[in-house]
């Protein structure tokens, strides 16, 4: 059983948007701590935001603040993140993560290794 699903990455241009879904299977999106996560070559992987399912509380990277923002769709089990005024710093794949049955926090939401179930990826890419 596949419980969470990344679409919507591609290539724009520098200052371009995009928005990525992440869809969730029922058990593994409700009251749950979404993370978004992103890694390029060469890098580690680092947290770009976070939801909190319950709630709809959200959190953001200093990196992508004012640019980027997450949302959910209940109905669809479905977490979004709109990427605007995107940089090629913002290249990389993204992932989506969750700690099911967990609030996010802001001094644990980043981190990794506390989330359980991965996504498989999506690519973004962005040119200058």
């Known amino acids: 059983q596949v419980h969470l699903v990344e679409s919507g990455g591609g290539s724009v241009q520098a200052g371009g948007s995009l928005r990525l879904s992440c869809a969730a299977s029922a058990d593994t999106y409700t009251r749950t701590c979404l993370g978004w996560f992103r890694q390029a070559p060469g890098k580690e992987r680092e947290g770009v935001a976070a939801?909190?399912?319950?709630?709809?509380?959200?959190y953001y990277d200093d990196s992508v603040k004012g640019r980027f923002a997450v949302s959910q769709d209940n109905a669809k089990n479905t977490v979004y993140l709109q990427m605007n005024s995107l940089k090629p710093e913002d290249t990389a794949m993204y992932y989506c993560?969750?700690?099911?049955?967990?609030?996010?926090?802001?001094?644990?939401?980043?981190?990794?290794?506390?989330?359980?179930?991965w996504g498989q990826g999506t690519q973004v890419t962005v040119s200058s």
């Open positions: 939801i909190y399912t319950g709630d709809g509380i959200t």
């Open positions: 993560a969750a700690e099911v049955e967990a609030y996010c926090s802001a001094s644990r939401w980043r981190n990794d290794d506390e989330y359980y179930h």
